[in-house]
């Protein structure tokens, strides 16, 4: 039966509905929570972990125990000025010591060699070494392999730090910087009390377990210490991902009243279609429960194969979104998320009840008398009924994928009222015509009669479509205001890149190679070495970030 | 085999009552043919639905050999349908998203007795449609179609079989064949004919002829006993 109805078409309809909210839900729901996961860990980079305790003393052993017993990763960050000597120099430094375990987040870059490529390091230095930025050793004038001293210890110059992911962080400091092993920091004798030292204790883990920690933290912090997360550390970066969270949270909701819509329209016909098929089979001898079985099990199967079809174009509207936002960050497209295909049953088997199977009960009622009066027990799906239940289970459904009541009750609210408006007018203008009809003659009058009398279809029917429209329409006009929203945070021509520290005798150079690289740029500033006034450095705009700019 | 007594149907329309069938009562014999005729609106389709148990009559009894069928839930007619009763039709209703041989098996399915295939494929050939079996309604004409509902009736070897107006929309020479075609199946497999039709040449041929007018029988011609 299933093959026989499949070559009919009308199936074809209902499966192609049912897939497409399955996929809409699917893709969606699963991009948005890889684009959450990818965007968290990028901005989790920048802290190197993901939440972080900022101290201006050690803090007591027992958070640390606590922090351990929610199982989460940590590591520890110490970070000072100190003088760094070499035979030929010395140089104030901000140093870095860090536990082994650094950094929780994100990764170094470094170089072993002067020339050549920066390699990627998931831990600092052992103990014993110490890595430096480029220009410091050019102020010390040493090469790799050197050792220089710090407070009253040495250590040996590994390697040349190129990047570490919580540098952000310690952006106001202009002084170059230096990697070590926290092991080490008690040999370097440079911390006495009173002296200027930032702890940073570093924190991974499972989002519940993190909050547990929070929870337990709460009213033992003083205002010494700060807890970090990324929307006090980039509060930018966390605003943009809430907003693109929620426009595709909003895009999901839409789809799915889209396909439930799409779902209702095919269901009705393909019940309609089946009036003549029904009565024919009780005529010869099935019975209200045979033939409520035999559509039953039709739309099983239909679910199960929407299902199918669903979750695979799911996961290609997945990859197609991830693909167009590739460019701006990179997500990993990778499994097919239980989450999502969990998601994806409940619309299926949500979606089908409340659209498809009311149609085949009503299906089921029709009299056998009807294969001879062809007029008799057309199905009269009832109209309301079937809105209030499609409505309802449109709304729970809504609001379970979206999670947020506001959102989906303005959804709603703005659809029953498109819903009232256009369905009203219709039936009034109906009535109108019917007032007014002794002044329509022959052929005009025949089509408003055939109108009046699908009246109930017709104002139905013509409401759907404007939901439609209107759903269309919003997205259209989210998408295009989110959109203009995150142009609009940054101010056109806003620099890409800073160039600071340049000395004096070197400007002529630097500008003429500025000149050379053909990138927008503003003029160089002179500026106190200290200034952290960003206006004083010396703007340089452009894409690819240009990995040669360097002080 | 099949009688009703003083049956009457009455339906409510937005105008009111409507009384279609005014007290009628009738004797079909075992094997017998019967011919209903009458104007257009005088009720036979209603008494036809009535006979075949596919609808209730508001007053009178019918009686299918020892069994009063006004008196059967739907679903007991359904079964009593699909075991004894056979059906043609005016306008043929044959599923169109169907081959000739699924539209001929589908009586057989639903009673669930074996070999479906088999049994369609000898009553599609009986009725000369052997080479179109996989076609579907819209690829036949409409003699070819009603033949296929013709081997469609016969499919589950009904005791009676009732076609309304088989010819109605068939031009003169493909009627008359079909009905050539439904009284040599009906001869050889025995089967009670209840026959509604407008042409008279067609009545004479059913051994008792019933004409309605106006929910009434107006005469019963019998070449047996008249209907009690
Ligand atoms: N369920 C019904 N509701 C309203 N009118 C009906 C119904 N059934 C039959 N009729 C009316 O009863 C009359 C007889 O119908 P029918 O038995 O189909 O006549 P025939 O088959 O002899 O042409 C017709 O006028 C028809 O419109
Ligand atoms: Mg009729």
Same mark, same amino acid.
């Given at each position: 039966?299933?093959?026989?109805?499949?070559?009919?078409?009308?199936?074809?309809?209902?499966?192609?509905?049912?897939?497409?909210?399955?996929?809409?839900?699917?893709?969606?729901?699963?991009?948005?929570?890889? !684009?959450?996961?990818?965007?968290?860990?990028?901005?989790?980079?920048?802290?190197?972990?993901?939440?972080?305790?900022?101290?201006?003393?050690?803090?007591?052993?027992?958070? @640390?125990?606590?922090?351990?017993?929610?199982?989460?990763?940590?590591?520890?960050?110490?970070?000072?000025?100190?003088?760094?000597?070499?035979?030929?120099?010395?140089? @104030?430094?901000?140093?870095?010591?860090?536990?082994?375990?650094?950094?929780?987040?994100?990764?170094?870059?470094?170089?072993?060699?002067?020339?050549?490529?920066?390699?990627?390091?998931?831990?600092?230095?052992?103990?014993?070494?110490?890595?430096?930025?480029?220009?410091? !050793?050019?102020?010390?004038?040493?090469?790799?392999?050197?050792?220089?001293?710090?407070?009253?210890?040495?250590?040996?110059?590994?390697?040349?730090?190129?990047?570490?992911?919580?540098?952000?962080?310690?952006?106001?400091?202009?002084?170059?910087?230096?990697?070590?092993?926290?092991?080490?920091?008690?040999?370097?004798?440079?911390?006495?009390?009173?002296?200027?030292?930032?702890?940073?204790?570093?924190?991974?883990?499972?989002?519940?377990?993190?909050?547990?920690?929070?929870?337990?933290?709460?009213?033992?912090?003083?205002?010494?210490?700060?807890?970090?997360?990324?929307?006090?550390?980039?509060?930018?970066?966390?605003?943009?991902?809430?907003?693109?969270?929620?426009?595709?949270?909003?895009?999901?909701?839409?789809?799915?009243?889209?396909?439930?819509?799409?779902?209702?329209?095919?269901?009705?016909?393909?019940?309609?279609?089946?009036?003549?098929?029904?009565?024919?089979?009780?005529?010869?001898?099935?019975?209200?429960?045979?033939?409520?079985?035999?559509?039953?099990?039709?739309?099983?199967?239909?679910?199960?194969?929407?299902?199918?079809?669903?979750?695979?174009?799911?996961?290609?509207?997945?990859?197609?979104?991830?693909?167009?936002?590739?460019?701006?960050?990179?997500?990993?497209?990778?499994?097919?998320?239980?989450?999502?295909?969990?998601?994806?049953?409940?619309?299926?088997?949500?979606?089908?009840?409340?659209?498809?199977?009311?149609?085949?009960?009503?299906?089921?009622?029709?009299?056998?008398?009807?294969?001879?009066?062809?007029?008799?027990?057309?199905?009269?799906?009832?109209?309301?009924?079937?809105?209030?239940?499609?409505?309802?289970?449109?709304? @729970?459904?809504?609001?379970?994928?979206?999670?947020?009541?506001?959102?989906?009750?303005?959804? !709603?609210?703005?659809?029953?009222?498109?819903?009232?408006?256009?369905?009203?007018?219709?039936?009034?203008?109906?009535?109108?015509?019917?007032?007014?009809?002794?002044?329509?003659?022959?052929?005009?009058?025949?089509?408003?009669?055939?109108?009046?009398?699908?009246?109930?279809?017709?104002?139905?029917?013509?409401?759907?479509?404007?939901?439609?429209?209107?759903?269309?329409?919003? !997205?259209?006009?989210?998408?295009?205001?989110?959109?203009?929203?995150?142009?609009?945070?940054?101010?056109?021509?806003?620099?890409?890149?800073?160039?600071?520290?340049?000395?004096?005798?070197?400007?002529?150079?630097?500008?003429?190679?500025?000149?050379?690289?053909?990138?927008?740029?503003?003029?160089?500033?002179?500026?106190?070495?200290?200034?952290?006034?960003?206006?004083?450095?010396?703007?340089?705009?452009?894409?690819?970030?240009?990995?040669?700019?360097?002080? | 085999?099949?009688?009703?007594?003083?049956?009457?149907?009455?339906?409510?329309?937005?105008?009111?009552?409507?009384?279609?069938?005014?007290?009628?009562?009738?004797?079909?014999?075992?094997?017998?043919?019967?011919?209903?005729?009458?104007?257009?609106?005088?009720?036979?389709?209603?008494?036809?639905?009535?006979?075949?148990?596919?609808?209730?009559?508001?007053?009178?009894?019918?009686?299918?050999?020892?069994?009063?069928?006004?008196?059967?839930?739907?679903?007991?007619?359904?079964?009593?349908?699909?075991?004894?009763?056979?059906?043609?039709?005016?306008?043929?209703?044959?599923?169109?998203?169907?081959?000739?041989?699924?539209?001929?098996?589908?009586?057989?399915?639903?009673?669930?007795?074996?070999?479906?295939?088999?049994?369609?494929?000898?009553?599609?050939?009986?009725?000369?449609?052997?080479?179109?079996?996989?076609?579907?309604?819209?690829?036949?004409?409409?003699?070819?179609?009603?033949?296929?509902?013709?081997?469609?009736?016969?499919?589950?070897?009904?005791?009676?079989?009732?076609?309304?107006?088989?010819?109605?929309?068939?031009?003169?020479?493909?009627?008359?064949?079909?009905?050539?075609?439904?009284?040599?199946?009906?001869?050889?497999?025995?089967?009670?004919?209840?026959?509604?039709?407008?042409?008279?040449?067609?009545?004479?041929?059913?051994?008792?002829?019933?004409?309605?007018?106006?929910?009434?029988?107006?005469?019963?011609?019998?070449?047996?006993?008249?209907?009690?």
């Amino acid at each position: 039966m299933l093959v026989r109805d499949w070559r009919a078409g009308e199936l074809r309809l209902l499966l192609a509905a049912t897939s497409l909210a399955i996929a809409i839900v699917i893709g969606i729901s699963a991009f948005t929570n890889q !684009l959450k996961t990818t965007i968290n860990n990028q901005s989790h980079q920048f802290l190197a972990a993901d939440r972080v305790i900022n101290s201006s003393q050690k803090i007591a052993g027992d958070w @640390l125990i606590a922090a351990e017993r929610q199982h989460l990763r940590q590591a520890r960050e110490v970070t000072f000025n100190s003088m760094l000597a070499s035979g030929q120099g010395i140089q @104030l430094t901000r140093v870095k010591a860090v536990s082994s375990t650094y950094p929780l987040r994100g990764q170094l870059q470094i170089k072993k060699h002067a020339t050549g490529p920066a390699k990627k390091r998931v831990s600092g230095p052992k103990t014993g070494e110490i890595w430096l930025e480029q220009r410091l !050793l050019d102020q010390l004038k040493i090469d790799l392999g050197s050792a220089v001293e710090i407070g009253d210890t040495r250590l040996r110059v590994t390697a040349i730090l190129v990047a570490e992911p919580d540098r952000a962080s310690s952006l106001i400091s202009i002084a170059p910087h230096a990697l070590m092993s926290l092991d080490d920091l008690a040999a370097t004798r440079v911390i006495q009390p009173g002296s200027r030292v930032s702890y940073r204790y570093l924190f991974a883990g499972r989002k519940e377990d993190l909050s547990r920690f929070r929870q337990w933290l709460r009213g033992r912090m003083t205002d010494n210490q700060s807890w970090v997360n990324i929307r006090t550390a980039q509060p930018a970066i966390a605003t943009a991902l809430e907003r693109a969270e929620r426009f595709l949270l909003l895009a999901g909701t839409l789809g799915i009243a889209l396909a439930g819509i799409a779902i209702a329209i095919s269901a009705r016909r393909y019940s309609q279609r089946h009036c003549d098929h029904v009565a024919l089979m009780k005529c010869f001898g099935a019975n209200r429960r045979q033939i409520l079985k035999l559509y039953l099990q039709q739309l099983f199967w239909l679910a199960i194969m929407a299902m199918v079809i669903g979750s695979l174009l799911g996961w290609g509207i997945e990859g197609l979104l991830a693909r167009a936002l590739g460019q701006y960050v990179h997500v990993a497209v990778t499994r097919l998320d239980s989450q999502a295909i969990a998601m994806a049953t409940l619309t299926a088997i949500t979606c089908l009840l409340a659209f498809a199977f009311p149609p085949l009960v009503t299906l089921s009622a029709i009299p056998p008398l009807r294969v001879l009066r062809q007029d008799l027990g057309n199905p009269r799906t009832p109209v309301l009924s079937g809105l209030i239940s499609g409505f309802l289970s449109m709304t @729970l459904l809504m609001w379970f994928y979206s999670q947020n009541l506001p959102l989906t009750l303005s959804l !709603l609210i703005g659809a029953v009222t498109v819903f009232a408006i256009v369905g009203g007018s219709i039936w009034l203008l109906l009535r109108w015509q019917r007032g007014e009809q002794h002044l329509a003659t022959g052929r005009w009058r025949l089509a408003l009669a055939s109108l009046r009398r699908h009246r109930g279809q017709n104002a139905l029917q013509t409401t759907i479509f404007s939901l439609t429209i209107t759903l269309l329409l919003t !997205l259209f006009l989210v998408r295009t205001t989110l959109l203009e929203e995150w142009q609009a945070q940054l101010p056109a021509k806003t620099p890409n890149h800073f160039l600071i520290n340049i000395l004096p005798t070197k400007v002529t150079a630097m500008e003429q190679w500025i000149k050379a690289q053909n990138t927008p740029h503003s003029d160089l500033y002179p500026g106190h070495p200290w200034s952290s006034d960003p206006d004083r450095r010396h703007h340089c705009q452009g894409t690819p970030q240009t990995e040669a700019i360097k002080t | 085999m099949l009688r009703c007594t003083k049956l009457k149907k009455t339906v409510t329309t937005r105008t009111g009552p409507l009384s279609i069938l005014k007290g009628l009562s009738l004797h079909i014999k075992k094997g017998a043919t019967v011919a209903i005729t009458g104007p257009s609106g005088s009720g036979k389709s209603t008494l036809l639905g009535l006979l075949a148990g596919l609808d209730l009559p508001s007053e009178g009894e019918i009686w299918l050999n020892d069994i009063a069928i006004n008196h059967l839930n739907e679903d007991q007619r359904a079964i009593l349908r699909c075991q004894k009763l056979g059906f043609v039709f005016q306008s043929f209703q044959l599923l169109d998203s169907l081959t000739a041989l699924e539209n001929v098996m589908l009586p057989i399915e639903l009673a669930e007795q074996p070999n479906a295939r088999l049994a369609a494929t000898n009553l599609l050939q009986q009725v000369k449609l052997g080479d179109r079996l996989q076609h579907y309604p819209a690829q036949l004409s409409g003699g070819e179609q009603q033949r296929v509902a013709i081997a469609r009736a016969f499919a589950n070897t009904p005791e009676i079989l009732f076609a309304d107006e088989p010819t109605g929309n068939l031009d003169l020479r493909t009627g008359d064949r079909i009905i050539e075609l439904l009284f040599a199946l009906n001869r050889e497999a025995g089967t009670t004919l209840v026959l509604v039709t407008h042409d008279e040449k067609l009545a004479q041929r059913c051994q008792q002829q019933l004409a309605l007018d106006d929910g009434r029988l107006i005469s019963t011609v019998a070449d047996a006993q008249p209907p009690c």
